[in-house]
């Protein structure tokens, strides 16, 4: 059903820092076929830790018989440089060396990302993107590129994401970076270094993933004491010994730092003008619960992207919801593309608030 494919690009690739990729590639999944037209592209944007194979972290939205349909849709998900699963990253090879870059793979934006799946997307002959959709990292990345280009999107579907990344949400990254640098090993140049640091790291950041009412219908103890055996406490320890089995501390490391780099006002007026430029018809959908991406981000997504309808749903999973709350999603999705008025023919309304 998948084919799972590589980009490669030898060009020299100008990042945002200023400093200089000798070159570059994606792994990157693709399903179904492109339709003889070129108007049934579905661009899937993943989050922090997962990877380009949509269908094993996204199951109950794309697939056979989900949503996106491989049968209807063709769809291609973009593992993001710096992480582990194929594309460009620390644990690489550095060209005109023997060795991996670690520490010195450079610091890439979210931007830089957006321009190297704009390379990908060219060298694939795609042209109008039917749907792009993404949530969290994966959001930050589909509003980048909407506003990059304009016209690249018929619809886009932001969930659970924002405009700039936040002083808290940086906060919260800052605080696991300093996890890993604590960590002894981190300062080796070695595949396995700061991965116990990475461990306490990642339960730092499920409790931003999470909500109160998340913990407290899951991970409550019977007894009233249970010295050192609590849920909650191997619940977290479980949550870091699972990453630490699939992924690596300098990818972890560098794309909180990516995450941070967001702001779509960077080199333009301000975010406000940015948004404001976006042409795509939108359907932002936030979570109640999220304390990491909290709703009023998405308030102001859809107070500024012309046009932008807002869904607010429910979850227990606080910011997590936006991976497993599929029926729902899936819903207002529905609603959102088969809505007359928000058809991508149609001209987009003038009225920012109109659908919020």
């Given at each position: 059903?998948?084919?799972?494919?590589?980009?490669?690009?030898?060009?020299?690739?100008?990042?945002?820092?200023?400093?200089?990729?000798?070159?570059?590639?994606?792994?990157?999944?693709?399903?179904?076929?492109?339709?003889?037209?070129g108007?049934?592209?579905?661009?899937?944007?993943?989050?922090?830790?997962?990877?380009?194979?949509?269908?094993?972290?996204?199951?109950?939205?794309?697939g056979?018989?989900?949503?996106?349909?491989?049968?209807?849709?063709f769809?291609?998900?973009?593992?993001?440089?710096?992480?582990?699963?194929?594309?460009?990253?620390?644990?690489?090879?550095?060209?005109?060396?023997?060795?991996?870059?670690?520490?010195?793979?450079?610091e890439?934006?979210?931007?830089?990302?957006?321009?190297?799946?704009?390379?990908?997307?060219?060298?694939?002959?795609?042209?109008?993107?039917?749907i792009?959709i993404?949530?969290?990292?994966?959001?930050?990345?589909?509003?980048?590129?909407?506003?990059?280009?304009?016209?690249?999107?018929?619809?886009?579907?932001?969930?659970?994401?924002?405009?700039w990344?936040?002083?808290?949400g940086?906060a919260?990254?800052?605080?696991q970076?300093?996890?890993?640098?604590?960590?002894?090993?981190?300062?080796?140049?070695?595949?396995?270094?700061?991965?116990?640091?990475?461990?306490?790291?990642?339960?730092?950041?499920?409790?931003?993933?999470?909500?109160?009412?998340?913990y407290d219908?899951?991970?409550?103890?019977?007894?009233?004491?249970?010295?050192?055996?609590?849920?909650?406490?191997?619940?977290?320890?479980y949550?870091?010994?699972?990453?630490?089995?699939?992924?690596?501390?300098?990818?972890?490391?560098?794309?909180?730092?990516?995450?941070?780099?967001?702001?779509?006002g960077r080199?333009?007026?301000?975010?406000?003008?940015?948004?404001?430029?976006?042409?795509?018809?939108?359907?932002?959908?936030?979570?109640?619960?999220?304390?990491?991406?909290?709703?009023?981000?998405?308030?102001?997504?859809?107070?500024h992207?012309?046009?932008?309808?807002?869904?607010?749903?429910?979850?227990?999973?606080?910011?997590?919801?936006?991976?497993l709350?599929?029926?729902?999603?899936?819903?207002?999705?529905?609603?959102?593309?088969?809505?007359?008025?928000?058809?991508?023919?149609?001209?987009?309304?003038?009225?920012?608030?109109?659908?919020?």
């Open positions: 059903m998948s084919d799972h494919q590589l980009f490669v690009s030898n060009e020299p690739f100008l990042l945002e820092s200023g400093d200089t990729l000798a070159g570059f590639h994606l792994a990157y999944h693709t399903y179904g076929q492109p339709d003889a037209m108007n049934k592209v579905v661009w899937v944007f993943h989050a922090l830790t997962a990877n380009s194979d949509a269908v094993s972290w996204w199951p109950g939205l794309v056979p018989g989900k949503l996106f349909d491989p049968a209807q849709y769809i291609i998900c973009v593992n993001m440089p710096g992480s582990c699963y194929g594309s460009v990253g620390p644990l690489e090879k550095k060209p005109g060396s023997d060795g991996a870059y670690y520490h010195s793979f450079p890439l934006t979210i931007r830089d990302m957006v321009h190297m799946y704009q390379s990908l997307r060219q060298h694939l002959g795609i042209g109008q993107i039917h792009g993404g949530g969290s990292m994966g959001g930050q990345q589909l509003l980048e590129w909407a506003i990059e280009e304009p016209g690249a999107f018929d619809y886009i579907i932001p969930i659970a994401t924002n405009a990344h936040s002083a808290w940086k919260f990254n800052a605080s970076r300093w996890c890993i640098e604590n960590d002894p090993s981190w300062r080796t140049e070695h595949p396995d270094a700061g991965m116990e640091g990475m461990k306490v790291a990642r339960s730092v950041a499920l409790l931003s993933y999470r909500h109160y009412q998340t219908l899951f991970q409550s103890d019977e007894a009233p004491f249970a010295p050192a055996r609590y849920k909650a406490g191997t619940y977290q320890r949550q870091g010994e699972k990453l630490a089995r699939r992924f690596n501390a300098y990818s972890y490391h560098r794309l909180s730092s990516s995450m941070d780099s967001h702001h779509v080199g333009r007026q301000d975010a406000a003008t940015a948004l404001q430029s976006i042409r795509a018809r939108a359907l932002v959908i936030g979570i109640e619960t999220d304390i990491l991406f909290p709703l009023a981000e998405q308030v102001y997504l859809a107070q992207i012309p046009g932008a309808k807002l869904a607010a749903i429910h979850s227990l999973y606080g910011h997590d919801g936006f991976l709350e599929f029926e729902v999603i899936e819903k207002e999705i529905l609603d959102f593309l088969h809505d007359s008025s928000v058809r991508a023919d149609k001209p987009v309304q003038s009225d920012l608030h109109s659908n919020v």
